[in-house]
């Protein structure tokens, strides 16, 4: 697919301005939605829905609907609730990881406790399934309290296997395609749903491939230079024992010495200051970062044939762009 985009700002920003007015409207009811006589919910959770995500995923949500002609209002709450589901799944991942940095800001659990976390976390699930509750699609109802529990089944998938070096690519990708495709998948199909669901399985199809490929090149950023550049920290899978693809292909590859420092590092979680340096040269000489990435433009390039029986439209052509732009972020 031929795709003419400008030069001067990113797809994604594209993608944001032809569904400007829905974003807004979306963020008005975001916001509204957070309010709780407890001052504690909002505040916690302000800190990080206002942390300067892309909120790529309710944006699939409204171009969805908007490739499907849609009309009403309905498509506002759907996107309100992904981007809650989004923000809950968040904090409860930062809990299991024990992590101190989300989108380069001290993260919610460091700064009010891991039960503090855990309970906004559930509140968002609740407010997200009153929002679906809400447009009296039950079919939407469906695709995205599925897609929560998919999505959970990913992070037990994701925690039993870590520090488990014997863990296969195949596994590495039922845990990808659970933990984080999922939600993509379903954004994109419960918009495409309420507009008739004409294109809800091709939008389906883009969104689980986008997904894939976001993650694999997010996995791959963690051991390269590159996203330090971004000012993102690098490491944070190697710290957390994480077995992400990187690993996954540096290990079958690797020498006695390097499997040495693997099972070390990894399975026995023994790890000194030097250490993160010696994996970033493992991933890199053995070639698993440029591995992971052409299996991301792999699924970069599925994406884009799943939109190619949507009809030609700019959002269409903007859709392409965003799965290719989120290969090229790693360059």
Not at 33 to 54: E, Q, T, Y
Not at 188 to 200: L, S
Not at 304 to 320: H, M, Y
Request: net charge negative; with cysteine; hydrophobic share 50%.
């Amino acid at each position: 697919m031929q795709v003419s985009t400008r030069t001067d700002i990113s797809p994604v920003e594209q993608l944001h301005a032809l569904v400007a007015a829905d974003m807004r409207a979306t963020d008005v009811l975001i916001h509204e939605r957070l309010s709780s006589a407890v001052a504690l919910i909002p505040d916690l959770a302000k800190h990080l829905i206002d942390s300067g995500g892309k909120r790529l995923r309710p944006l699939l949500t409204l171009a969805a609907a908007q490739v499907g002609g849609y009309h009403g209002a309905h498509h506002i709450k759907l996107a309100a609730a992904v981007e809650f589901i989004h923000t809950a799944t968040l904090l409860h991942d930062d809990v299991v990881d024990d992590s101190a940095l989300r989108r380069g800001k001290v993260s919610a659990n460091i700064v009010w406790g891991n039960k503090a976390s855990v309970l906004v976390g559930d509140f968002l699930f609740s407010r997200a399934f009153e929002l679906m509750v809400e447009t009296d699609e039950l079919k939407v109802l469906g695709i995205l309290s599925h897609a929560s529990a998919v999505i959970s089944e990913g992070e037990v998938m994701q925690l039993k296997s870590s520090g488990n070096l014997q863990a296969s690519e195949d596994h590495y990708l039922r845990v990808v395609s659970a933990k984080t495709a999922e939600l993509f998948a379903a954004a994109a199909e419960a918009g495409a749903v309420i507009a008739g669901g004409e294109h809800a399985k091709a939008l389906r199809a883009y969104g689980q491939n986008l997904g894939i490929a976001f993650q694999l090149v997010d996995d791959a950023l963690d051991y390269s230079g590159r996203q330090a550049l971004m000012g993102k920290a690098v490491g944070d899978d190697f710290r957390e024992g994480k077995v992400t693809l990187p690993v996954i292909l540096a290990v079958a590859r690797a020498d006695e010495a390097a499997l040495k420092f693997w099972k070390k590092t990894i399975e026995m979680g023994t790890q000194g200051e030097a250490d993160l340096d010696r994996a970033i040269t493992l991933v890199e000489q053995t070639g698993a970062i440029a591995d992971t990435m052409e299996r991301a433009r792999g699924y970069a390039g599925l994406a884009c044939r799943a939109l190619e029986t949507l009809p030609e439209s700019k959002i269409r052509d903007v859709l392409a762009a965003v799965a290719d732009f989120c290969v090229a972020r790693a360059y």
